[in-house]
């Protein structure tokens, strides 16, 4: 079963290649791959690892670090392609997107230098915690400290709904350090390795059905060495944007694949399925909201190649505003085209057998992950309408 094809929108030629070399990769693995990994307890290693080999995944990071020296566009390019084959490789969002480009633009040579080359060839996975269950969205209430003891960081608070811990082997910590002059308490990074002393993980059981799991963290007087802070400890906020900016990209993106798959889906099965004289396609009641969702799709591809373009080209303001608008327009055109893909398959689309149901509980992550659509609304109607915060 096939994906609906997408006429790309003045992409450049390399770029195309590159979704069409993806495209290929991951369709040789699809849908079925990741349902029975995820069945199985497995994860998506042959497949993450097949990308890596083939410099998809560290396409973004700089050459001289193992990377393909491409941009943000190019792994948002990456991902859409994998999810649109049916492969939506989560993790993504967090080690290449999220981690790689924080290390890349905040870290020191020493650091790039020890993560970068197994982050872009896929042998190293770094997840990335800043979720706290009593902060929620309101990430400025995180509790996580990190304390200067001698030559060494000691970190101790609770991490929630931490993607990929199992698979990774350190985590890019958003903790808080207190400044020594004024006592407040700033954002600070640190690469925490998973096998760190103090450092345990519970999984949380989720109801959707993914080879990557959940997990809540316990940091209890975790010690790392000094050179485990990422970027300057007063260095403030802008650290953290550098990788909340892609997150939000490679979200749109990765939503976007999704929604490419279900529709792609759906479209084959309205093409087929004849239960009165024509193929259900010809109704306009499945044919309508079928063609409604593939416009909905085009308006959010424009948004994060947009949000993509603005961030490679440097631009981290701009490439904000539209980076969350990429993010919400992506979860909404999931969630509506799954919606319609169970829709278009009758009860099939309720069964296991045809593996979309599932899809619904994924492609409703899109409207709560990262950053939920409601807080995009609020960062929308503040930052672009000028209009009063009400929090
Ligand atoms: C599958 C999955 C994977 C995840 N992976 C990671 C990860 O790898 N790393 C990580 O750090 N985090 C991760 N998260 C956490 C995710 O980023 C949070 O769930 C998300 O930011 C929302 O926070 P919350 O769940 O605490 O919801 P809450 O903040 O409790 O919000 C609950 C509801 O209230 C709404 N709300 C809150 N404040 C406002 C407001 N001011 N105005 C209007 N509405 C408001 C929200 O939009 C939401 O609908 C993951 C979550 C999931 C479900």
Not at 2 to 9: G, H, L, Q, V, W
Not at 79 to 85: F, R
Request: proline share 4%.
């Amino acid at each position: 079963m096939s994906a609906i094809t997408m006429t790309p929108f003045s992409e450049p030629e390399e770029r195309v290649a590159l979704r069409e070399a993806v495209a290929r990769l991951a369709g040789k693995y699809g849908h079925d791959y990741i349902a029975r990994q995820a069945a199985s307890g497995e994860k998506t290693t042959e497949l993450w690892l097949e990308m890596g080999r083939h410099g998809f995944l560290g396409v973004n990071l700089p050459e001289e670090y193992g990377g393909g020296g491409g941009g943000m566009a190019d792994l948002a390019a990456v991902l859409e392609e994998a999810a649109a084959a049916g492969a939506p490789l989560l993790m993504m969002v967090v080690s290449p997107a999220i981690c790689g480009s924080i290390i890349a633009r905040c870290g020191t040579e020493d650091q790039k230098r020890r993560w970068l080359p197994s982050i872009a060839d896929g042998t190293l996975l770094m997840a990335f915690g800043i979720t706290e269950a009593d902060a929620g969205s309101n990430s400025h209430q995180i509790s996580t400290t990190a304390t200067r003891d001698g030559d060494e960081w000691v970190l101790n608070g609770q991490k929630t709904f931490i993607s990929g811990v199992d698979e990774a082997q350190a985590v890019l910590v958003v903790s808080r350090t207190q400044d020594a002059k004024t006592g407040k308490l700033k954002p600070a990074l640190f690469v925490v390795p998973t096998d760190a002393a103090g450092f345990s993980k519970q999984v949380i059981p989720m109801a959707w059905s993914a080879p990557e799991k959940q997990f809540t963290l316990f940091l209890d007087d975790v010690r790392v060495p000094a050179d485990a802070l990422v970027g300057d400890e007063d260095g403030g906020l802008w650290q953290l944007f550098a990788g909340l900016n892609p997150e939000r990209i490679m979200g749109g993106a990765l939503t976007c694949g999704q929604a490419r798959y279900a529709l792609g889906r759906a479209v084959e099965y309205a093409k087929t399925r004849t239960v009165w004289k024509e193929p259900i396609g010809a109704h306009q009641g499945i044919a309508h909201p079928l063609a409604k969702v593939k416009i909905e799709l085009e308006q959010a591809r424009l948004l994060w190649q947009k949000a993509a373009a603005l961030y490679d080209a440097g631009d981290d303001f701009a490439a904000g505003e539209f980076a969350n608008m990429a993010k919400y327009a992506g979860g909404e055109v999931a969630c509506n085209a799954t919606d319609v893909a169970v829709q278009t398959h009758g009860g099939n689309g309720l069964t296991v057998e045809y593996g979309l149901a599932n899809q619904l509980i994924a492609a409703r992550l899109g409207r709560i992950a990262p950053v939920s659509r409601e807080m995009i609304l609020n960062f929308v109607a503040m930052h672009s309408l000028g209009l009063p915060k009400s929090y």
